[in-house]
């Protein structure tokens, strides 16, 4: 009888971690949407502000539109091409500044234990890159390759269901990019500490039927 009970406390210890790693994994952190389709619109919420290299010139735009159509409701990438527009340099009389994307697009990622992870900048030739042009500063043009920098991207849910919607608050650092113009443009003509900062708030609609979806993080 009592080597019966031993078996049986035996069986319900494995059964209890068995369902405690489940319970684990089902918890991991994703992006969701109640629909499968789901066209996401992301606009900035705080302005956006890129920086060659620590103490150098910064460019900030306080418009900015990310877009994305995930195929499924659960996912822990989501790709997203964004338009800057407004963009400026403060520390120069807010000298006129233009972001090109080209074909580029950021792939935001979510770490399973928490509602952050890495960005990553994608160019799918491999070689078009970045470019960021400051006409007053000598032609200054700065060149953003792929790449996965440092620092992470938070995430946050905002309203309530079945509208809720994702701020999404990039920190990125030790970014690596180049320039061409004169030393206006920076201490050196290629840099690694570059920064990239900004808040959005990102929302979705049904692709299929129209109305806003419900989308989240958890």
Request: aromatic fraction near 8%.
């Amino acid at each position: 009888m009592t080597r019966n009970l031993k078996a049986l406390g035996l069986t319900l210890v494995a059964v209890f971690a068995m369902s405690a790693i489940v319970a684990s994994a089902a918890s991991a952190n994703e992006f969701h949407s109640n629909v499968e389709k789901t066209t996401l619109t992301g606009k900035v919420t705080e302005n956006h502000r890129f920086t060659y290299e620590t103490g150098g010139p910064a460019v900030e735009c306080t418009t900015a539109t990310f877009s994305g159509s995930p195929t499924v409701k659960t996912t822990t990438a989501i790709n997203s091409t964004p338009v800057y527009s407004g963009c400026t340099v403060p520390s120069v009389f807010n000298a006129p500044a233009h972001v090109k994307f080209g074909t580029c697009f950021y792939q935001f990622t979510i770490n399973a234990a928490e509602n952050k992870g890495p960005a990553h900048l994608v160019c799918p030739s491999g070689t078009v890159q970045i470019e960021v042009t400051i006409p007053l500063l000598a032609d200054c043009t700065y060149s953003i390759g792929p790449q996965t920098p440092a620092g992470t991207t938070d995430y946050a849910n905002e309203g309530s269901t079945p509208t809720r919607s994702v701020i999404v608050q990039p920190t990125q650092t030790g970014i690596s990019s180049s320039y061409i113009g004169n030393s206006l443009c920076g201490a050196a003509t290629t840099s690694t500490t570059g920064t990239y900062i900004g808040k959005a708030t990102v929302s979705g609609d049904k692709t299929v039927g129209g109305g806003q979806a419900d989308v989240w993080v958890e």
